[in-house]
């Protein structure tokens, strides 16, 4: 126990902690953008969906735990980001080999994307979470219409912008920490090359997926 605590405290393992809930969070935003692509099969589907999602009684659990792990790698990434950049400035090197140019990326451009993250992420739930309760009925249960909710939403090009501009951000946060969090852990550390293209795929995935919705609700929803 005493042992863990010393390596949770390291800087080894702060890393290993923002590895871990990097990986839990893109785990969660890539389940996120499959669930709704329900929105292209019907509003129905969308709103079944989203009705046994939050009426099911783990979904506190899983709340708790998705609050946990974000206060988590937010607090612990941007200390190590800080850290990074401190070691940096007291100790600057000409010509910077690939892994420092690498923890330069980290600590620069993964601590501004991960801010933009987090307000889109607090808007996100003001929006939607805590947004206006449109009531909609199938086969005699009633629940709320969040398909109606989204395509309100879409159609505005302000909120249509938005969305996707935070999604390019999105895009660049995971197209880096994919990758980097099997680093952290110390997996596949032979394969850098195969992880780093994975990376990429993966972002282009769950970015991809969140991009078009708005689009389609901007273009085609409620037609
Ligand atoms: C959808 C939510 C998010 C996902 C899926 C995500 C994912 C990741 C992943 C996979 C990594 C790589 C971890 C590693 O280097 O081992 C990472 C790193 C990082 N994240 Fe996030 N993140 C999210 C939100 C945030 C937020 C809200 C912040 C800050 C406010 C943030 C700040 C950072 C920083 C600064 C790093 C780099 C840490 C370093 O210097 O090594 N992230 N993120």
Not at 28 to 40: I, R
């Amino acid at each position: 126990m005493a042992s863990l605590k010393i390596f949770l405290k390291s800087s080894v393992g702060r890393k290993f902690l923002v590895g871990l809930t990097g990986l839990g969070l893109s785990g969660f935003v890539l389940t996120h953008m499959a669930g709704n692509m329900l929105m292209f099969v019907s509003p129905e589907a969308y709103n079944t969906y989203g009705h046994r999602l939050i009426t099911n009684p783990l979904i506190y659990v899983a709340e708790v735990g998705l609050l946990v792990m974000f206060v988590v790698h937010m607090g612990l990434a941007l200390k190590l980001a800080l850290e990074n950049k401190v070691a940096r400035a007291l100790a600057p090197s000409q010509n910077p080999s690939n892994c420092e140019k690498d923890a330069r990326f980290g600590s620069r451009y993964m601590a501004l994307t991960g801010i933009l993250v987090l307000v889109f992420v607090v808007l996100h739930l003001i929006t939607f979470k805590y947004g206006p309760y449109y009531p909609v009925t199938y086969n005699g249960v009633e629940m709320r219409d969040l398909h109606k909710l989204i395509i309100e939403k879409f159609k505005s090009p302000l909120y249509s912008g938005w969305y996707l501009f935070s999604m390019l951000v999105l895009f660049v946060h995971l197209a880096h920490g994919f990758s980097a969090s099997f680093q952290s852990l110390g997996l596949f550390s032979v394969r850098q090359c195969l992880i780093k293209k994975l990376g990429w795929l993966f972002a282009l995935i769950v970015a991809g997926g969140f991009f078009i919705q708005p689009i389609y609700g901007y273009f085609y929803g409620g037609n």
